[in-house]
């Protein structure tokens, strides 16, 4: 039996379920917690228990310093890992969320402990592809104006300066995470990578998700969704489709679903 008090993950269904045979780890983007995952679990089979990782910073954490640099995340979330590593399991992260996935996929391998089944990596470019622009320093009024650009802020937030006090310092922290990231070249991960990108998004391109191919041996799959940067939500019930797909045969339930555009 593992433990669960730690303040690094939140768990789908609160209690330990007894039924549960997989896990499947969410990373979430920048500025938000891992509280936007924890209702997936009700769409997703019974025995795949959801474990949304929660960075410091936010939510139940809100009161502790926000992170600045992948060091500083992906160590502490590896150690929090060990002890939920007793079944197979998988990644999803979406934007920020992905890199630090994928980063923790690799200190996994690094320390020669399981690795996940699979990577979804969510309207992020390769780790390798390195940002056009520098944006967690911008000045507010830019970083606003890009926050708006995303769509995925109300303009409620965005017109009011005591949320704005407190949700930019940390979008700003998450997007130094990504924006400061050194990437080193490793031979590829064993686990397929599914990358999943929403065709309105304009801060991503179809060769910087390409790119995730080159992180891989154990297959690639690209999924293209209606929507921006945010589609996710949008077309949530779709996503979560597309997961099962995945999760199928993993659990005896039938083969991967092949994407139309690319799946090899």
């Known amino acids: 039996m593992y433990m669960r008090e730690t303040d690094w993950f939140l768990f789908g269904a609160g209690e330990s379920k007894p039924d549960t045979r997989f896990r499947l780890f969410c990373f979430h983007y920048a500025g938000s917690g891992g509280s936007i995952f924890q209702h997936w679990a ?66 996994l391998r690094q320390r020669g402990w399981p690795q996940p089944r699979f990577l979804i990596a969510s309207a992020q470019s390769a780790p390798k ?40 310092p940390r979008i700003r922290a998450d997007g130094a995470v990504f924006e400061t990231y050194h990437y080193e070249r490793e031979l590829p991960l064993d686990c397929r990578i599914v990358v999943f990108h929403g065709v309105q998004d304009g801060f991503v391109d179809d060769k910087s998700l390409a790119a995730w191919a080159d992180e891989t041996c154990g297959g690639f799959a690209l999924y293209q969704f209606d929507g921006g940067h945010f589609f996710i939500h949008d077309e949530e019930e779709l996503v979560l489709d597309h997961i099962n797909r995945e999760l199928a045969p993993l659990l005896g339930r039938g083969e991967p679903h092949v994407n139309r555009m690319t799946d090899k």
């Open 42 to 107: 009700a769409s997703l089979p019974a025995e795949v228990e959801v474990v949304a990782v929660q960075l410091p910073g936010r939510e139940n954490r809100l009161d502790e310093p926000l992170l600045h640099s992948m060091e500083q995340v992906a160590a502490p979330i590896v150690a929090a890992l060990e002890p939920l590593l007793d079944l197979p399991f998988a990644f999803f992260g979406h934007s920020t969320g992905a890199l630090i996935g994928f980063e923790v996929a690799r200190r």
């Open 129 to 168: 592809v390195k940002p056009p622009v520098i944006r967690h320093v911008l000045p507010d009024a830019e970083f606003i104006d890009v926050l708006r650009g995303c769509n995925g802020t109300p303009e409620a937030i965005l017109n009011d300066p005591l949320l704005l006090d407190l949700l930019l």
